[in-house]
């Protein structure tokens, strides 16, 4: 039963932590894009006007292949908010590391979470006009 507890309070606790990342608007009153339409770029395309700036952190996955495959899915989900169809890659790096511990009753710990190490991924936002 203990265990049950545990495991449930570690879903609960992780996906509480978790962050999708933040925007930082250059132009306001675009119309958000789907997040499956956003192109990723290493370049600059040619036209391409920046419309913000994009920081994304993973939100799941069991792997590093996982946890980086979800911060790029919410770089380009934060992207097409900000209403970019696509997003240039700037720098990949990984979250600070620490501990998150939490409460047990009698306020002695019950657990020691580990948190940091994570993908990061700051790109920026960009609306690529269609091609004529």
């Known amino acids: ?53 994009v ?8 792997t590093y292949q996982g946890w980086t495959d979800s911060a790029v899915a919410n770089l380009k989900a934060l992207a097409g908010k900000a209403g970019g169809n696509g997003v240039v890659m700037q720098r990949m790096g990984q979250s600070p590391s620490g501990a998150i511990i939490t409460g047990g009753i009698g306020g002695q710990p019950l657990m020691a979470l580990p948190t940091g190490g994570h993908p990061v991924i700051q790109g920026t936002a960009v609306l690529i006009p269609p091609s004529r």
């Open 55 to 62: 920081e994304a952190q993973t939100t799941g996955g069991w």
């Open 1 to 53: 039963m203990r265990v049950a507890i545990i495991a449930v309070l570690a879903v609960v606790l992780l996906a509480g932590c978790d962050r999708r990342g933040s925007v930082v608007a250059l132009k306001s009153g675009l119309p958000p894009v789907p997040a499956n339409q956003v192109q990723i770029y290493t370049e600059m395309p040619a036209g391409a006007v920046p419309v913000a700036i």
